[in-house]
């Protein structure tokens, strides 16, 4: 009888009370909507800055991969391989502000067009 958002935040709570050494994180945020889902991005990079625990998190958002990360493993291919290791060098701590740093575009702009160079591929092999 909870929302999405809480359902979120009580998975989130179980996952770190047991103080795991790495946490597996699943496309986390992708049930909620886009304003819940920003505001649990920024509650997990801040309970990570109090208590920093390695993570392996899924996303296909683009921006989310940047903005968590420390590297973003780029996948490509079927079945999938990593394409690219994109180290991110953004400051730490990680809030609102830090989406408007040049620094953030072009890291943001480098795994688009990783991404996107396949599916340009892609749609040329389908008009042929």
């Known amino acids: 009888q909870i929302s ?3 359902q979120q ?18 496309e986390p945020f992708g049930a909620v909507d886009a304003q819940t889902r920003e505001i649990l991005q920024f509650e997990m990079l801040r309970i990570w800055e109090s208590r920093p625990t390695t993570m392996v998190f899924v996303t296909h958002a683009i ?5 968590m990360g420390d590297r973003v493993l780029v996948l490509k291919g079927r079945p999938s ?10 400051p730490r701590p990680r ?4 989406l408007l740093l040049p620094r953030f575009a072009e890291l943001r702009e480098h795994v688009w067009n990783t991404l996107m160079a396949d599916a340009r591929q892609a749609e040329l092999e389908v008009i042929r």
Do not use: K, W, Y
């Open 4 to 6: 999405g958002g809480m």
């Open 81 to 90: 391989s990593v394409h690219e290791i994109v180290e991110v060098d953004l």
């Open 9 to 26: 935040r009580c998975g989130l709570a179980r996952a770190l009370a047991v103080e795991p050494r790495v946490l597996l994180m699943d």
């Open 63 to 67: 921006d989310e991969a940047v903005l």
């Open 95 to 98: 809030n609102r502000a830090t």
